[in-house]
């Protein structure tokens, strides 16, 4: 199970830090990939950040990069989102996921949702302008 958390109302400009709890079985959380989605109204799911261990930096969508990092506790099961200099284009539900791959076939693969198995249940992130 995936439990997000850390969603709200910001103004144009502020920060937002989101949590996502991890409970695995058979297999330790730091062997997980795991991401960030999000989908505001009337759009597509779209990825935003990733990390996995096989990789030496996490991967982030262009529209984010710069902005926003995720990063994890394997002694806490969780994966973090921070969000900085958050626009009301970022607005959306922001949702985490994991898989249990460690590595994947290519980069391409690591943006693409049905890649990943479990899903948290989102989290809403509203910017004012």
């Known amino acids: 199970q995936l439990q997000a958390s850390g969603g709200g109302l910001v103004q144009a400009g502020g920060s937002l830090r989101l949590s996502c709890l991890v409970s695995?079985?058979?297999?330790?959380?730091?062997?997980?990939?795991m991401a960030w989605f999000r989908q505001a109204p009337g759009k597509e799911r779209e990825f935003v950040a990733v990390?996995?261990?096989?990789?030496?930096?996490?991967l982030y969508s262009g529209s984010v990069e710069g902005r926003f990092t995720i990063s994890r506790d394997n002694a806490k099961n969780t994966v973090f989102l921070q969000m900085n200099s958050l626009s009301p284009e970022d607005a959306a539900v922001y949702s985490c996921?994991?898989?249990?791959?460690?590595?994947?076939?290519?980069?391409?693969?690591?943006?693409?949702?049905?890649?990943?198995?479990?899903w948290g249940q989102g989290t809403l992130v509203t910017v004012s302008s």
């Open positions: 695995v079985s058979g297999r330790t959380f730091s062997s997980h990939t």
């Open positions: 996921a994991a898989s249990p791959l460690s590595a994947f076939p290519n980069e391409r693969l690591l943006t693409v949702a049905r890649m990943y198995l479990n």
């Open positions: 990390t996995s261990p096989n990789r030496n930096a996490p």
